[in-house]
């Protein structure tokens, strides 16, 4: 199965170009050429001479309606041979969060024979309420559309390390690799195994499920025996990743597990634990790797899960409080009402030029009219 991943804005073309160093097939599509120079990757695509989107998701919409023909053409070249195309962008920032949508939509309708998925990223709670904005639309439209979505969450980052002053380059950087990591561990190629393999199809048919999704690992130590059951484990993976958070409030299309084992450890989980914390998996993929594992592990693929509407509603809640706060710190207008009688300036002043009305026909004014 080869993958291709097309990265839009400076957020999804940043992962991209992560993409692109693993070998996988990338190219990057942005409104800005400061961004674009910055990568790495050889396949990029300048829509427009604006020098950006300046994070309104309308400029990004409006460049997609113009030069569409033109990204069709070169996604259609440059994912000739490729099974499944991910549109990867950030729902916070401009170009990518306008774009986002509205490109799958329009893949969707005019490249039928290809599939389509995205990745999006929500902001941290910690960035602007534009982003929080952008991000609240763009996922009410990519909700609306039937897609496999996987939903990264900056906000996680902060969470997990539990500090303040953190370097953003720190947190894309840990986030991004985490996403590539993800994908590396689920399509490496390992070695058939007798007990159970997930096979290029099943795998195709895991990643391609309309709905969200997400990817855990959970390394097995000993304390599996002494604190936690191995599926306990598991479905604390579930919520201990950099994916967005997700409400587990129906059955799960289809699940993938895999199984990194050595030969001396027992297949001992009981989906039915797991089904009574997540749901009905309807369907199971499976596979038993007892010979070639790295380290012992587990590997989980949620596919077909619903939208992660409370980390959705903290957004929204954002928005207000900010709303709320906007208007609580609008400077109250000026008191001209008071009589300025008592100044009285007897001080002499200096001869001052004379100056004529014809004196000032030369001065052009329009920059300060402009202001008010």
């Not at 490496?188 to 499920?209: E, P, Q, V």
Request: proline share 2%.
């Amino acid at each position: 199965m080869k993958i291709g991943f097309c990265g839009l804005g400076a957020c999804g073309s940043n992962i991209v170009d992560l993409f692109d160093q693993d070998k996988y097939t990338t190219i990057a599509i942005n409104a800005s050429s400061e961004d674009l120079e910055c990568l790495d990757l050889r396949n990029k695509l300048l829509l427009g001479n604006k020098g950006g989107s300046g994070k309104v998701r309308n400029e990004a919409k409006a460049e997609i309606k113009k030069y569409y023909t033109k990204i069709i053409e070169y996604i259609k070249n440059k994912f000739s041979d490729t099974d499944l195309i991910y549109l990867v962008f950030s729902s916070g920032g401009g170009f990518g969060s306008g774009a986002g949508p509205i490109l799958l939509d329009v893949l969707k309708q005019t490249l039928p024979t290809k599939r389509f998925a995205a990745i999006t990223v929500l902001p941290s709670t910690k960035e602007s309420l534009i982003a929080q904005k952008n991000s609240l639309d763009c996922m009410k439209e990519l909700s609306t559309m039937e897609i496999p979505l996987m939903i990264l969450d900056n906000d996680k980052f902060y969470k997990d390390y539990e500090v303040e002053l953190i370097s953003t380059q720190e947190l894309y950087t840990v986030v991004n690799e985490a996403l590539i990591e993800s994908f590396d561990i689920i399509t490496k190629n390992r070695k058939a195994s007798k007990f159970g393999n997930i096979d290029t199809r099943d795998m195709f048919k895991l990643l391609t499920t309309n709905g969200n999704m997400l990817i855990s690992k959970y390394v097995i130590g000993n304390e599996v025996n002494r604190t936690l059951t191995l599926e306990e484990c598991m479905i604390d993976s579930f919520k201990n990743n950099y994916f967005a958070t997700l409400s587990f409030t129906k059955a799960i299309k289809r699940a993938g597990f895999i199984y990194e084992l050595p030969d001396n450890t027992p297949h001992i989980v009981n989906y039915k634990k797991i089904n009574n914390e997540l749901g009905n998996i309807l369907e199971v993929f499976e596979g038993i790797y007892k010979d070639n594992y790295r380290e012992t592990s587990v590997i989980s693929i949620l596919t077909g899960l619903a939208f992660p509407t409370e980390r959705l509603e903290l957004i929204s809640n954002l928005l207000s409080k900010g709303k709320d706060q906007v208007n609580l710190d609008k400077p109250k207008p000026l008191d001209f009402s008071s009589s300025y009688n008592w100044f009285d300036d007897n001080t002499e002043h200096e001869t001052s030029t004379i100056i004529t009305d014809s004196d000032c026909d030369d001065i052009d004014l329009s920059s300060i009219f402009d202001k008010y």
